[in-house]
């Protein structure tokens, strides 16, 4: 199988983020979260608290800093989970 490599800028997203600026980026990370079977979240755009915990859930489960932040390791985690496997027990 050939490896292609790709360079995305993403956000960093935590709780409180603006909707009207990163809005459709938490909507996005919602939509993935519920995905990847990290909870069943209302993909609303808003990263409220129940964002933050499925972000800690997963966090948690990638072995990554579970501080609910979603930032470049955690997106790099979060996306080859969505494409490529799924979530630890």
Sequence with gaps: MAEVS???RLPTL??????????????????????????????????????QKAVKVVQGK???T???????NTW???LKTYFFGSLPG
């Design 6 to 8: 790709v360079s995305v």
């Design 14 to 51: 935590r709780k409180g983020a603006n909707p009207d600026v990163e809005g459709m980026a938490v909507f996005r990370l919602q939509q993935i979260l519920n995905t990847v079977g990290a909870g069943s979240l209302e993909e609303d755009g808003e990263f409220g608290t129940s964002t």
């Design 62 to 64: 990638l072995n990554l």
């Design 66 to 72: 579970a501080d609910g932040v979603v930032g470049k």
């Design 76 to 78: 790099t985690a979060l």
